[in-house]
T-cell receptor
Framework: DAKTTQPTSMDCAEGRAANLPCNHSTISGNEYVYWYRQIHSQGPQYIIHGLKNNETNEMASLIITEDRKSSTLILPHATLRDTAVYYCIVRPPNAGGTSYGKLTFGQGTILTVHP | ETGVTQTPRHLVMGMTNKKSLKCEQHLGHNAMYWYKQSAKKPLELMFVYNFKEQTENNSVPSRFSPECPNSSHLFLHLHTLQPEDSALYLC??????????????FGPGTRLTVL
């Protein structure tokens, strides 16, 4: 599976946009980019995912570069409750049968939102 | 609320005890997963079930015994655990549709402490 590289930590002021980068230079053509976050001692929360096009939902926007070697998660108006560890994960689609796209978590980016 | 519930939320047990963790999903998914998250470490996949059949055992010691009686319920039976097994145990579910990326939704986790 393709590896991802994320900054260890980032800070953001409350109310401002938080832009979290992720490098995945070895991504394959059929691999998805997933973002999850984990607030301290809770289960990971799904945020968004994409394959080639940019995506937006009620939580965030995902910008994937044209060559798909990097992406950015954007939280448009960060709040204190967005303080969490953010994971960028590259995973293949399910191949059928017992072969599925494994979700491999790294260390992620610790985002701290300040008042 | 993700549609995946776990009980208990906290568990303290001695090394000679036998206990079970329970996970239930209300999302109509066919696949369920157990993950372990030790302090300051990434999530580690333990077991995967697809339509009640175990499809992956990630070299987990036999003192952890999973059970999946149906697609909605998943158990993790614990016996003769060691203090280093203290961790956050997370359950997840997904639809594992062939050829697509599927999103895993996580429960809140069970914080296990082995004395």
């Amino acid at each position: 599976d393709a590896k991802t590289t994320q900054p260890t930590s980032m800070d953001c002021a409350e109310g401002r946009a938080a832009n979290l980068p992720c490098n995945h230079s070895t991504i394959s053509g059929n691999e998805y980019v997933y973002w999850y976050r984990q607030i301290h001692s809770q289960g990971p929360q799904y945020i968004i995912h994409g394959l080639k096009n940019n995506e937006t939902n009620e939580m965030a926007s995902l910008i994937i570069t044209e060559d798909r070697k990097s992406s950015t998660l954007i939280l448009p108006h960060a709040t204190l409750r967005d303080t969490a560890v953010y994971y960028c994960i590259v995973r293949p689609p399910n191949a059928g049968g017992t072969s599925y796209g494994k979700l491999t978590f790294g260390q992620g980016t610790i985002l701290t939102v300040h008042p | 609320e993700t549609g995946v519930t776990q009980t208990p939320r906290h568990l303290v047990m001695g090394m000679t005890n036998k206990k079970s963790l329970k996970c239930e999903q209300h999302l109509g998914h066919n696949a369920m997963y157990w993950y372990k998250q030790s302090a300051k470490k990434p999530l580690e996949l333990m077991f995967v079930y697809n339509f009640k059949e175990q499809t992956e055992n990630n070299s987990v010691p036999s003192r952890f015994s999973p059970e999946c009686p149906n697609s909605s319920h998943l158990f993790l039976h614990l016996h003769t655990l060691q203090p280093e097994d203290s961790a956050l145990y997370l359950c997840a579910s997904s639809s594992q549709r062939e050829g697509l990326g599927d999103t895993q939704y996580f429960g809140p986790g069970t914080r296990l402490t082995v004395l």
